[in-house]
């Protein structure tokens, strides 16, 4: 099968949960060979665990997680020239609207959009300005 999502933080991070959305868990393992997930994605999990204390369960656990699933499993997509020109344009007309999106989920709604994928979050009012970006939510 070919690509067709692209896992945002939110809900690339939601098996970790001690409590997770049985939805969510359900939509991975249904399309587990048609998501990917973008570099900046994974550049927040590890940001996430650093900033917790050393040796802690939790830090450990989301590197674990880290490792065998989203770095063996995942593809990860990275943020290319072609994504940087959109990005760009699609931020100068955001502002030129009133409207300024958060620099890392712009660039992640970039290489969504320049993959013609499918941005799956739980955060859709934080992507829903960005023009053509098709998003879907997999915790309703």
Do not use: C
Not at 13 to 34: D, M, Y
Not at 91 to 105: E, H, M, Q, Y
């Amino acid at each position: 099968m070919s690509l067709r999502y692209l896992l945002d933080t939110n809900t690339l991070s939601e098996p970790l949960r001690k409590s997770p959305n049985a939805r969510v868990l359900k939509k991975i393992q249904l399309h587990q060979t048609e998501i990917a997930t973008a570099a900046l994605v994974l550049y927040e999990i590890i940001r996430g665990a650093y900033g917790l204390p050393e040796q802690t369960e939790k830090r450990i656990r989301i590197l674990q997680y880290a490792e065998p699933f989203i770095r063996n499993r995942l593809p990860i997509l990275p943020y290319t020239e072609t994504t940087a020109e959109w990005h760009g344009i699609e931020v100068a007309r955001l502002i030129a609207l009133g409207k300024t999106p958060s620099p890392i989920d712009s660039q992640i709604a970039a290489v969504a959009k320049t993959n013609k994928l499918i941005l799956v979050t739980r955060n859709v009012t934080d992507f829903e300005n960005f023009a053509d970006l098709q998003i879907e939510n997999w915790f309703e």
